[in-house]
């Protein structure tokens, strides 16, 4: 359970480095994705989730 904590702070902090290193950077990018369809996010989704199961699988063997 304590790899599961890990994994969620580690996902805050990556997620924090963009809109502190670079904020207008990261309002464009939310407007680009609030613009995109609902199949097109939910596609964006399934690309996202795969990449990081494919990276946990790689990273943990």
């Known amino acids: 359970m304590s790899d599961f904590w890990a994994a969620l702070a580690l ?4 997620e924090g480095l ?3 290193a670079a904020p207008g950077l990261w309002r464009q990018a939310l407007q680009q994705i609030a613009s995109l369809d609902e199949a097109q996010m939910r ?6 989730m795969g990449s990081g199961l494919a990276l946990l699988y790689w990273v943990r063997g």
Do not use: E, K, Q
């Open 11 to 14: 996902v805050m902090v990556i």
């Open 43 to 48: 596609l964006f989704g399934a690309i996202s």
């Open 18 to 20: 963009l809109p502190f």
